[in-house]
């Protein structure tokens, strides 16, 4: 069974710094690439940043800068380090895995991030 848990989430103000976690469990986790995104009270979910299994990321434009995101293979866990914080980037943060060959999306049951002005 796949399993994905994210935490790290709160409330923060304007300026502040947070590191979100997400452990997984049940896929060969090295050889996925993973992915954060994020929705916000009526605004459809985003992208915010991928790492493949080589190490290579991207983020969205409006993250680029102040957001990384990296992963521990030996843990199986990916982080979203988050500084410079927004109220914009307000949202719910999810972690994503899977295979699109193998017909797998999987998301956990994510964490909430609320950046205060």
């Known amino acids: 069974q796949v399993q994905l848990a994210e935490s790290g989430g709160g409330l923060v103000q304007a300026g502040g710094s947070l590191r979100l976690s997400c452990e997984v469990s049940?896929?060969?986790?090295?050889?996925?690439?993973m992915g954060w995104y994020r929705q916000a009270p009526g605004k459809q979910r985003e992208l915010v940043a991928g790492?493949?299994?080589?190490?290579?990321?991207n983020y969205a434009d409006s993250v680029k800068g102040r957001f990384t995101i990296s992963r521990d293979n030996a843990k199986k866990v990916v982080y979203l380090q988050m500084n410079s914080l927004k109220p914009e980037d307000t949202a719910v943060y999810y972690c994503?895995?899977?295979?699109?060959?193998?017909?797998?999306?999987?998301w956990g049951q994510g964490t909430q991030v609320t950046v205060s002005s």
């Open positions: 994503n895995t899977g295979s699109r060959a193998l017909g797998q999306d999987y």
């Open positions: 049940g896929i060969f986790f090295s050889a996925y690439t």
């Open positions: 790492i493949t299994s080589g190490g290579r990321t």
